[in-house]
Nanobody, 115 residues
Framework: QVYLADSGGDAVQPGGSLRLSCAASGKIASIYAMGWYRQTPGKQRELVATINTVGKTNYADSVKGRFTLSRDFAWNMVFLQMDNLKPEDTAVYYC?????????WGQGTQVTVSS
């Protein structure tokens, strides 16, 4: 079992920045990849960014060039630096871990971008 605690969501104005954090605990050695998804009411959860054990990152086209995903070597933490935020980035952001076929999720943190 892997446990994820995500945090860092807040309300910001367009053009602002936020940094989301996710702390992993439990069977960390089983993690193959970690990252973030987001969801708005009435829509499916969508990929934001992921990073795997060799450091390969994958970003949604809508966030490329604005968001940066990083992790510590031991998989204890992942971070999502979000710059130049737009109103369409408003969503609940969920930390995600791929445990070789097992999916784990954080509780979610709200990001609101509004003037």
């Amino acid at each position: 079992q892997v446990y994820l605690a995500d945090s860092g969501g807040d309300a910001v104005q367009p053009g602002g920045s936020l940094r989301l954090s996710c702390a992993a605990s439990g069977k960390i050695a089983s993690i193959y990849a970690m990252g973030w998804y987001r969801q708005t009411p009435g829509k499916q959860r969508e990929l934001v960014a992921t990073i795997n054990t060799v450091g390969k990152t994958n970003y949604a086209d809508s966030v490329k060039g604005r968001f940066t995903l990083s992790r510590d070597f031991a998989w204890n933490m992942v971070f999502l630096q979000m710059d130049n935020l737009k109103p369409e980035d408003t969503a609940v952001y969920y930390c995600y871990a791929d445990g070789h076929g097992w999916d784990y999720w954080g509780q979610g943190t709200q990001v609101t971008v509004s003037s």
